[in-house]
């Protein structure tokens, strides 16, 4: 993904609201849905085979995910204003997309289960005291569009509870130098009433993660415990760095599980959770480990989290397969490129995909028009159609020099030069037949 608004990333690996993270999102059948700077476009690792679902024409793709039934996607755009987006959803495989809404500073969107809903995380209008980037989180109504705000004084990550009735999320309750008072809750979008799963101390950022049998949640923080239990203050904890907690359904403990981890991701099955934590170079490591964190084995170091200020989150693929970034020299520059790549949970079958991806694309987008960068088309606006290949410069390069000569084009030509070439003489010939002027005698 090209560089944008992403680049408002505060030093950890997980991100604060008004940008979105090089993240891939993938479907039942192992397809990664992409945006590119040439597109969105969805890819089969295996086949190597990629359709592209629209080209970027005057916007820059930077977000998308797969509907929960796989039949439309969300687009993201980042538009001509440097930290405002805009969101479509499109029918698969492709279609007219439609926007579905327009706004500022936002980092993160969710389809509900049911995919009635999409719930957007956005940088809240109001400043809070002591935090200038506490969040909002929206929901839009697919049905009408309709936009409301849920949730205000939050942070960015939330994650959706299977009945698409409730939202896990952490509510801002005090803020002190950065560090945040406050409780992972359970909210529930139509009442808007919160129940407190855990009382927590956290910093700008924070991962929320949700097995997918709702039996537990995992989340960052300097420190946390069950609700109503004191908690030291914020500026004690904002210098003892990040761990993961979780919190049981069952008995509603709250339990530290890693002190080397700050990012967790369930597997698709939810009996093992990938976790990563990166150093002060943006390179990291990837572990794996069981549902409840423990045996964690080392996966794979060397791993880009994060290039200056932008961040990539690591992935699964499958269950048996975990995607995630690596960087590379651009030849003849300095600056770095980002490479995909895949590995298995068994630490084997490592391989970089990006070669093939990239060759894909380009024979996908090489009969496109050039992106007019003065355009005010959106990529969002009704698709370009790819153009039929046509030989005619293949064509004009193989004829002859007589072909060549009497074609339109060089009659044309032909006809200029000779208006010069007589124009010039006629002026030469007059300025050398003119009289000279004698000069006068004395009387």
Not at 10 to 37: I, K, M, T, W, Y
Not at 237 to 264: C, F, M, P, R
Not at 347 to 368: E, R, Y
């Amino acid at each position: 993904m090209s560089k944008s608004s992403l680049s408002c990333l505060v030093g950890s690996l997980l991100f604060v609201a008004g940008c979105f993270p090089v993240e891939l999102d993938v479907n039942g059948n192992s397809e990664l849905l992409v945006a590119r700077q040439e597109g969105f476009f969805v890819y089969d690792p295996a086949s190597h085979k990629a359709s592209m679902l629209l080209a970027a024409k005057g916007e820059r793709p930077v977000f998308a995910r797969f509907a929960p039934d796989g039949r439309q996607a969300l687009l993201v755009t980042n538009t001509r204003s440097i930290d405002e987006y805009r969101f479509a959803v499109m029918n698969l495989p492709g279609s007219t997309p439609r926007t579905i809404y327009t706004g500022r500073n936002t980092a993160l969107a969710l389809f509900s289960p049911d995919g009635k809903y999409l719930a957007v995380s956005r940088v809240a209008e109001k400043e809070r005291k002591n935090a200038a980037n506490t969040n909002e989180i929206l929901l839009i109504d697919l049905a009408n569009d309709k936009t409301t705000t849920l949730l205000e004084e939050t942070l960015f990550s939330f994650r959706w509870f299977n009945d698409s009735k409730r939202l896990a999320l952490f509510k801002i309750e005090d803020t002190n130098d950065g560090a945040m008072t406050g409780h992972v809750v359970e909210f529930d979008i139509a009442t808007k009433k919160e129940k407190r799963l855990a009382s927590a101390v956290s910093g700008q950022t924070m991962c929320i993660e949700l097995r997918p049998d709702q039996q537990s949640i995992v989340f960052s923080a300097a420190n946390a415990a069950k609700p109503g239990v004191n908690l030291d203050s914020p500026e004690v904890q904002a210098g003892l760095g990040t761990s993961l907690w979780q919190w049981n359904a069952k008995d509603g403990s709250v339990t530290k599980i890693d002190d080397h981890a700050e990012y967790a991701r369930f597997s698709p099955k939810g009996d093992r959770i990938l976790l990563a934590r990166m150093d002060r170079t943006g390179q990291g490591e990837l572990r794996i480990a069981n549902a409840d964190g423990r045996g964690a084995k080392k996966l794979i170091d060397n791993v880009t989290l994060s290039i200056t200020r932008d961040v990539m989150l690591p992935g699964w693929l499958n269950d048996d397969t975990v995607y995630y970034f690596t960087t590379r020299h651009t030849y003849g520059a300095g600056e770095k490129a980002l490479a995909l790549m895949t590995i298995g949970t068994d630490g084997k079958n490592q391989k970089s995909i990006q070669a093939a991806l990239d060759h894909v694309v380009s024979q996908i987008v090489k009969n496109l028009p050039e992106p007019d960068p003065n355009s005010d088309i959106g990529v969002l606006n009704d698709p370009a159609p790819v153009p039929e290949k046509k030989e005619v410069e293949r064509a004009q390069v193989q004829r002859g020099w007589t072909a060549t000569v009497f074609s339109t084009d060089g009659l044309v030509v032909f006809a200029a030069t000779t208006l010069i070439v007589v124009v010039l003489a006629v002026f030469f010939i007059r300025r050398v037949r003119r009289p000279t002027k004698k000069p006068e005698t004395p009387a």
